[in-house]
T-cell receptor, first 111, second 113 residues
Framework: KQEVTQIPAALSVPEGENLVLNCSFT??????LQWFRQDPGKGLTSLLL?????REQTSGRLNASLDKSSGRSTLYIAASQPGDSATYLC??????????FGPGTRLSVLP | NAGVTQTPKFRVLKTGQSMTLLCAQD?????MYWYRQDPGMGLRLIHY???????AKGEVPDGYNVSRLKKQNFLLGLESAAPSQTSVYFC????????????FGQGTRLTVV
């Protein structure tokens, strides 16, 4: 069974800092990895989808990398802003049937 | 451009009551999923469907039933609600799992008293 972990569980940084969120998965035979954002009391919003053939994917100040062989992905947020405060979750396919999610990293960006 | 819509958004049930949560997607996706999210437990898969007329059990299926009679709808039923089913329920859909995004609804907050 695919298992996903995320480090750190929570992170608090001052505005303007660059930061890295980590995601690890146990089964490296994945097609893709997806990063989501969840605001309090809201649903999940897709941020980035990295396909297994890619090593990086960028969207604005966000950059996600994928290293299948080591079972890891990182989400890099440049020049963080208070509006980036949210919980960030990663998800990977589970044997082609559904998705398994990590527990999330709760990010607070302080003005 | 509705995406994934969940009905209702909030509900309070008494122990033993039944209810159905409705998920509707307008993206013609094959796969649909029901997750529950609890503090400290993350998102856990309840049931899922890989196409119209199909359903399968996820990680925590006990106490729930599902149906996928139409491709665009995925229903989650609680036959006899228990306080342990107090949670936030999320529906999601995707075209598959290989190099496709999953899209989520806004959630249903259910309280069982």
């Amino acid at each position: 069974k695919q298992e996903v972990t995320q480090i750190p569980a929570a992170l608090s940084v001052p505005e303007g800092e660059n930061l890295v969120l980590n995601c690890s998965f146990t089964d490296s035979a994945i097609y893709n990895l997806q990063w989501f954002r969840q605001d309090p009391g809201k649903g999940l919003t897709s941020l980035l989808l990295i396909q297994s053939s890619q090593r990086e994917q960028t969207s604005g100040r966000l950059n996600a990398s994928l290293d299948k062989s080591s079972g890891r992905s990182t989400l890099y947020i440049a020049a963080s802003q208070p509006g980036d405060s949210a919980t960030y979750l990663c998800a990977v396919p589970n044997y082609g049937q559904n998705f398994v999610f990590g527990p999330g990293t709760r990010l607070s960006v302080l003005p | 451009n509705a995406g994934v819509t969940q009905t209702p958004k909030f509900r309070v049930l008494k122990t033993g009551q039944s209810m159905t949560l409705l998920c509707a997607q307008d993206m013609n996706h094959e796969y649909m999923y029901w997750y529950r999210q609890d503090p400290g437990m993350g998102l856990r898969l309840i049931h899922y469907s890989v196409g119209e007329g199909t359903t399968a059990k996820g990680e925590v299926p006990d106490g729930y039933n599902v149906s996928r009679l139409k491709k665009q709808n995925f229903l989650l039923g609680l036959e006899s609600a228990a306080p342990s089913q107090t949670s936030v329920y999320f529906c999601a859909s995707s075209q598959g799992t290989a190099n496709t995004e999953a899209f989520f609804g806004q959630g249903t907050r259910l309280t069982v008293v």
